[in-house]
């Protein structure tokens, strides 16, 4: 007898435990910036971590990325010159108001994490022709930062933060590094142990920007364009009740399970 497409789903789904596990990962990641303990990160973590970002998706399978490991001091301390020289400039380019709020924030954690990354990107990786590539050519870009994902969730799994710095010259930050002319830096990260994780992203709590509500960027079949059907008015309601769950009591440990299959 032939399945039903609920049949087909329900056996190639995850086991209740392990969904939960992914979405836990997904709602308690956190860019960290200014938790980081100066306690080493284990060869065997690291390996784990890297090897998700490795195993990232990549568009004609192309695996455009690279990973430069940055330990020592002398290396950070020229990375975190450079940032703090773009970190100056960028506050004369917000408005007055925000200017102070801004020179405010914990941007970094450059030196005081005991790992830098840099995830890069090889655009010459798998030659001129690639699948997938022929009409968009920053997806060699775009897959690289796929691996960047794939490193946040694993370290935070693993119980590790890491953030992401990006205010830079990147063409300083190339030169710093010995990137080749094809290599461009795609992120910048720093990894380690933390004292803890903030309930929020930090942007957020200190009213920087708010999240969005789910239901006002999903768009049906065209840009801007709301639901026309049961099924899309369902989604809405759907995805808002998720949201406002989630906003208002944080993540709950049954967001999988809890919720209509």
Avoid at 89 to 97: D, L, P, R
Avoid at 134 to 141: F, I, K, L, R
Avoid at 187 to 201: N, Q, T
Wanted: aromatic share 8%; proline share 5%.
């Amino acid at each position: 007898m032939d399945q039903t497409a609920t049949e087909i789903a329900t056996a190639h789904r995850f086991a209740d435990a392990e969904r939960e596990a992914l979405y836990k990962t997904i709602f308690n990641r956190r860019d960290v910036r200014g938790q980081f303990l100066p306690d080493p990160v284990s060869e065997a973590a690291l390996s784990r971590v890297l090897m998700a970002a490795h195993y990232a998706p990549s568009v004609g399978f192309m695996q455009p990325w690279n990973f430069v490991v940055v330990r020592a001091e002398e290396t950070k301390q020229q990375v975190h010159d450079l940032f703090q020289t773009a970190h100056d400039e960028a506050a004369n380019m917000f408005e007055e108001a925000r200017r102070e709020t801004y020179r405010g924030l914990k941007l970094e954690g450059i030196m005081e994490s005991p790992i830098n990354i840099c995830i890069t990107c090889d655009r010459d990786r798998a030659g001129p022709v690639v699948v997938g590539r022929t009409h968009a050519p920053v997806m060699d870009v775009y897959s690289s930062v796929c691996a960047v994902q794939n490193m946040w969730l694993a370290a935070r799994a693993e119980g590790l933060g890491l953030g992401w710095v990006s205010i830079f010259n990147h063409k300083h930050l190339k030169k710093i590094l010995g990137l080749p002319r094809n290599v461009v830096p795609v992120a910048y990260v720093c990894l380690g142990h933390v004292s803890h994780f903030k309930d929020r992203p930090e942007l957020q709590t200190a009213g920087w920007r708010r999240r969005l509500p789910l239901a006002d960027v999903v768009n049906f079949d065209a840009w801007e364009q709301g639901a026309s059907d049961a099924y899309g008015e369902s989604l809405l309601a759907q995805v808002a009740r998720d949201q406002e769950r989630i906003e208002t009591e944080g993540y709950c440990g049954d967001f999988a399970t809890g919720q209509p299959a």
